[in-house]
């Protein structure tokens, strides 16, 4: 069932996601060669906690962690740690839902560490863009069908593959809600969009084969054959005339 959020309610889920932006915008100013990825899971958990958030990903289904941190062929669900130090040239993927009173925000951004390949760097740019052109498929009256079909034409004619395994989601209360937004599919079909509803559009993009596989560790996720991985999510209120991000910072490109 999806839920259709009130004023009420989609007050508070802006609450949560400005401080999502705020917690990027922190972390754009200091992601630096030579920081574990635990150095930036403290920068997530303090910024959430000074701003009355609770990070919503720690104690989820077990979740170790304040954020899900995923470098290079880390696709998604990366768990921080002292020892993942990152280096110049990398491209690290922060992933953070931030819970305040209640009703959550979840977006992602994929990172660079110092300067980046034109390799990571196009695969970056084009699964930011691929979130982009899925947000001109957001219109009442289309189907979820049309996001996802989108997102995967885009990535497909850039070369890439989309994640089957995983897809975007309602969220509200709960961080994942009706509906599924797969990153593939045919136009037309599915649930219907409607003023209200919040949906989480996250394009997870894999620069070589689609396949993945999960860690022994039961939560990170990496690309099969070692090539890289990027990840873009934001939290997206429909309305009547189109829709509003949440999870984006006053500035943000
Ligand atoms: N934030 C992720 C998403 O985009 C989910 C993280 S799973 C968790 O849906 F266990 F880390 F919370
Ligand atoms: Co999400």
């Not at 002292?82 to 009173?101: F, T």
């Not at 951004?109 to 084009?126: C, D, H, Q």
């Amino acid at each position: 069932m999806v839920n259709i959020k009130s004023a009420r309610e989609i007050t508070l889920m802006k609450e949560a996601g400005r401080v999502v932006g705020l917690v990027f915008k922190t972390l754009e100013e200091s992601i630096k060669p030579g920081m574990s990825t635990l150095d930036i899971d403290q920068i997530v958990e303090k910024t959430m906690l000074d701003n009355k958030c609770i990070p919503a990903e720690k104690g989820y289904y077990g979740y170790p962690a304040s954020a899900c941190v995923s470098v290079n062929d880390t696709l998604i669900h990366g768990i921080p740690s002292n020892k993942i130090i990152l280096k110049e040239g990398d491209i690290v993927s922060v992933d953070i839902v931030a819970n305040y009173n209640g009703y959550m925000a979840d977006a992602c951004r994929t990172f660079k560490v110092g300067r980046i390949s034109e390799r990571a760097e196009r695969l970056v740019n084009v699964t930011k863009q691929a979130f982009f052109e899925a947000l001109k498929a957001i219109k009442v009256g289309n189907h979820i069908g049309d996001v996802s079909s989108t997102v995967q034409k885009y990535v497909e004619s850039n070369g890439y593959n989309v994640c089957r395994e995983y897809t975007g989601h309602g969220i509200g209360r709960d961080m994942h809600e009706d509906p599924a937004i797969p990153n593939y599919g045919k136009e037309g079909i599915g649930v219907r969009i409607e003023p209200g509803m919040a949906l989480c559009i996250e394009p997870m993009v894999l620069e070589g084969r689609k396949d993945t596989r999960v860690l022994p560790d039961g939560w990170t996720v990496k690309s099969r054959d070692g090539k890289l991985t990027a990840h873009y999510e934001n939290t997206v209120i429909v309305t009547e005339s189109g829709y509003e991000i949440i999870t984006m910072y006053e500035g943000e490109e």
